[in-house]
């Protein structure tokens, strides 16, 4: 069974630019979250979508966005970069039944230059 | 959310036994103790849970203290393979309305092991 993929692994960026992020889950599992992870903050809950919608949503501003479709699939966007936006964004798919694992992708690392 | 804490770093020799402790003292009484993992460069990766008694896997054991206020995840024999942050984390029950794909991580804790 194929794992969680995230795409790009890597990305460069300017300020004030935007950028999109994809993330693939588990085959069969309904629900994506995302995380961003710096070596100041560790690891922190962006926000989670189950069935197309946002479930929970972690404190981050408004420029932090994101979106499910039908297929599970999910995307973030980030618009008008910062520096600080700088860090490794990983997502993690969960079937939400009775199995509670999460499963994370390797992440995407952004760069904001 | 309820809070864990943990260590910032532990160190063992390969091959022996380590044991890492977790503090949860507002644990409420539906909520489930989950262990989680993060190799270098890599994802986390789920190793372990429990509610009240403990559990058992290939790659771990979860002691959960009586009171629950407390757990420890065993590595019977660590290898350098298991140099990684531990991370403890309360969870909701499974079909509650609090059982969601929301991890909240801690610090965790930084496992080295030395040949």
């Known amino acids: 069974k194929a794992g969680v993929t995230q795409t790009p692994r890597y990305l460069i960026k300017t300020r004030g630019q935007q950028v999109t992020l994809s993330c693939s889950p588990i085959?069969?599992?309904?629900?994506v979250s995302w995380y961003q992870q710096t070596p100041g903050q560790g690891l922190q809950f962006l926000f989670e979508?189950?069935?197309?919608?946002?479930?929970n949503k972690g404190n981050f501003p408004g420029r932090f966005s994101g979106r499910q479709f039908s297929n599970s699939r999910s995307e973030m966007n980030v618009s008008t970069l910062e520096l600080g936006d700088s860090a490794l964004y990983l997502c993690?798919?969960?079937?939400?039944?009775?199995?509670?694992?999460?499963?994370f992708g390797q992440g995407t690392r952004l760069t904001v230059v | 959310d309820a809070k864990t804490t943990q260590p910032n770093s532990m160190e063992s020799n390969e091959e022996e036994p380590v044991h890492l402790p977790c503090n949860h003292s507002?644990?409420?009484?539906?909520?489930?103790i989950h262990w989680y993992r993060q190799l270098p460069s890599q994802g986390p990766e789920y190793v372990i849970h429990?509610?009240?008694s403990n559990v058992n896997n290939r790659m771990a054991s979860l002691a959960i203290a009586e009171d629950r206020k407390s757990s420890t995840l065993i590595l019977h024999r660590a290898t350098l393979r298991d140099a990684a942050v531990y991370y403890c984390?309360?969870?909701?029950?499974?079909?509650?309305?609090?059982?969601?794909?929301?991890?909240?991580f801690g610090q965790g804790t930084t496992l080295q092991v030395k040949p």
């Open positions: 993690a798919s969960t079937w939400t039944g009775t199995n509670t694992e999460a499963f």
């Open positions: 984390i309360l969870r909701g029950p499974p079909g509650g309305s609090s059982n969601t794909g929301k991890l909240i």
């Open positions: 507002t644990i409420s009484g539906t909520d489930y």
């Open positions: 429990g509610l009240t």
């Open positions: 979508y189950f069935s197309e919608t946002q479930r």
């Open positions: 085959s069969g599992h309904r629900s």
